[in-house]
């Protein structure tokens, strides 16, 4: 077991750790079951929405392999590597930002990538991108990242019910003198945020894995890091540079730092071994 899978089972299990107190603590023994009920229609919503349903938002179109051989070819190429039993759905997005994302499940993956991402990336470039995309597929990411969401939206409800009577009756308990847990208090107004931290954590230890299968998959590392170091020299840091932007902290960012993203790939590539002198 490597370590961005152990990192994903202790943050899913805290995370499910903070939503059980916080839910206890509000409606008692009771919310075990509300909680699993809410759980399962928010990770049912999120998780079964069909591909076409979110490439609508974004404009996106349905591209076949005669409209794009040279995307299909080495899709079927890297999927064949990664032993994929099916191969994803390409879509094209109207945009000239460089992206590219996964959706779907098992049974309808698919990729989308923008127009910006062809033109200004490599094949080479576009070949590591792809393959960071199957990974995602290919490791269950939407679902773990759906898991995840729903257990923070659950949370963000419990806490805003939860700060709601807090104020309500507050009145009530300081006129009685109720005596408050101050355990209690902290918990309702940290565990929202906690969990949104936590799932921000999960988002960036998925990214490294992804990267780390993409590299094995397109056999190239170098591909993929120089698609990453393109692609934000042309996109945030360009901006932040001219509209003097702050940097967004680590902490509360959904991918890496780029600079580490690389650093790992990099780290990835075999170097020859040296000769033996007998």
Known sequence: M????????????????????LATGILGSGAITIALIGFILIYTWSSQAHPRWIMRAYNGVLV????????????YGLCERAGMNSIPALYWIPSRQINAFAVGGNSNPSIAITDGML???????????????????????????????????????FGAVGQ????????VWVLFDVQISLFWILLLMFA????TLLNLALSRTREFEADRMAAEISNDPIGLASALKKMEHLSGNTWQKLLGRPQVPE?????????????KLLAQIQKPALPHYY
């Open 164 to 171: 709601a009577l807090l104020i309500l009756f507050f009145p």
């Open 64 to 75: 076949n392999r005669y409209q794009a051989p040279l995307l299909y070819h080495i899709l």
């Open 119 to 157: 033109q200004m990336l490599t094949e080479r470039e576009i070949r590591g991108v792809l393959a960071h995309e199957l990974a995602h597929l290919k490791n269950g990411d939407l679902t773990i990242m759906s898991i995840s969401n729903a257990i923070t939206s659950l949370t963000s409800g």
């Open 2 to 21: 490597n370590e961005n899978r152990i990192q994903t089972i202790v943050l899913i299990t805290l995370m499910g750790a903070i939503l059980y107190l």
């Open 192 to 195: 929202p945020t906690g969990n």
């Open 251 to 263: 902490i509360l960012r959904t991918h890496p730092n780029t600079s580490e993203r690389i650093q």
